[in-house]
Nanobody, 124 residues
Framework: QVQLVESGGGLVQAGGSLRLSCAAS????????MGWFRQAPGKEREFVSA??????YYADSVKGRFSISRDNAKNTVYLQMNSLKPEDTAIYYC???????????????????WGQGTQVTVSS
């Protein structure tokens, strides 16, 4: 069991940056693969980025602008977001799954644990 708490969201102008954090409680944080998803009003939850033992992965829409990282000593995963655009506006969620779980890393259905989300708003 792991609990996830996101922070770092806020209001930023287009072209700006934010760093989201996701603090995990529970044991064996390093054994989990971590993902970031987002959901805009009226839209489905969509994949943003993931980190697992095979590597790091990004949605095409954020590739080159966002970067995922983790600090296992602090039980925290980060999402650095640069060159933000108004279309990045959404609630951002952190998620966790077993490191060797099957199923595509980009589907929210394949994650067992979720945070409450943090709002990111990018103004034009």
């Amino acid at each position: 069991q792991v609990q996830l708490v996101e922070s770092g969201g806020g209001l930023v102008q287009a072209g700006g940056s934010l760093r989201l954090s996701c603090a995990a409680s529970g044991r064996s944080f390093s054994s989990y693969a971590m993902g970031w998803f987002r959901q805009a009003p009226g839209k489905e939850r969509e994949f943003v980025s993931a980190m697992r033992w095979t590597g790091t992965y990004y949605a095409d829409s954020v590739k080159g602008r966002f970067s995922i990282s983790r600090d296992n000593a602090k039980n925290t995963v980060y999402l650095q977001m640069n060159s933000l655009k108004p279309e990045d506006t959404a609630i951002y969620y952190c998620a966790a799954r077993g490191a060797y779980d099957s199923g595509t890393y980009s589907s929210p259905n394949n994650y067992n644990y979720w945070g409450q989300g943090t709002q990111v708003t990018v103004s034009s």
